[in-house]
């Protein structure tokens, strides 16, 4: 390989299993960083974009979005940021930072924001990734690396609606999904001081829920068994990706209460409840960047800790059939050695 090129592993098109290809080492931008990848966490958005849910993946495809490494080559205009210095990387590797939400801190939410995923031009199931370099964020000094790189897609997902829309403490909160998101979701709702209720189709999920720091479990799917959290919860928190029942899963709100969608599930609601009770849904995509530098800090002092199973980066492929068949536990992440 020459000093110019670079590894990683890539669908060629469509829904085709990754295979290693070699590319060229793009260009570093006065505000890049080149950081070269120890670890990178499999996200379900790394699945939909390999079989292109989104409408804007281009082939060949380098995923992954949950990154850990050291820098190891800077831009001329890269403040804040040396050589060797350990960062995690997230869905978002660069924005415009012109538009009037990159202008409000909202990066997440720029007007350009389909070009500005960190895969764009490629991901970190590679060798080295280059972003921005403000998309590149320094961690706390304990904190292991599979367990930053869960945190930087999965971690900020959970913990920037939990912050947005439920700001008193004592606050009740419904988790709808014990899996890579709603595992992240029951603790940092824990530690943010509210009552918590995980909601899940499998009543073997229960032990672990209270784990995690459940104050309730209750099994969806059941009217007789649902009828006690009529009306229960300030917030839904909607981690799930299967089918739902997205009537019972209204029935648990408080009036004016507020569903937060953060996977990508099919969504097909009937209006009456919606209206009648006053509700709100709201979609909720990753957070921005002062929200990931406090999500990673509350995370580090509170012990959040994703519970995570390690493959070596070459087993790619058996990371992700694990994850579409739902056999993960909770979250996998694959190391470069
Ligand atoms: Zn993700
Ligand atoms: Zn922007």
Known sequence: MSPSA????????LGEPLRPLTYPMPQLGEHDVRVSVSHCGVC???????????GITTFPFVPGHEIVGYVEALGSEVAGLAEGDRVGIGWQGRSCERCEWCAQGEEQLC????????????????????????FAFPLPAPMAPEVAAVLMCAGIAVYSPLRTYATESGQHVGILGVGGLGHLAIQFAHALGYEVTA??????????????????????????????????????????????????????LRKRGRLVVVGFPDVSM??????????????????????IR??????QDQGVTPRIEQLPMADVNDAIGRLKENRARYRIVLSND
Not at 6 to 13: I, R, V
Not at 111 to 134: C, K, L, N, P
Not at 275 to 291: D, P, Q, Y
């Open 199 to 252: 909601l899940s189709a499998s009543p073997s999920k229960e032990l672990e829920a209270a784990a995690f720091g459940a104050d309730h479990f209750v099994v969806t799917g059941d009217r007789d068994r649902m009828r006690p959290i009529d009306y229960a919860f300030d917030l839904v928190l909607c981690t799930a990706h299967g089918a739902i029942d997205w009537e019972e899963l209204l029935m648990t």
């Open 44 to 54: 379900f958005t790394d699945i939909h974009a390999i079989d292109d849910f989104y």
């Open 270 to 291: 009937n209006p009456t409840d919606l209206v009648a009770h006053e509700l709100s849904v709201t979609g909720s995509f990753i957070g921005s960047r002062t929200a």
């Open 111 to 134: 007007q350009d924001i389909a070009e500005m995923g960190t895969w764009e031009r490629h991901g970190g199931f590679a060798s080295s990734v280059t972003v921005d370099g403000r």
């Open 6 to 13: 670079m590894t990683g592993f890539g669908a060629m098109a």
């Open 294 to 299: 406090e999500m990673l800090s509350f995370a």
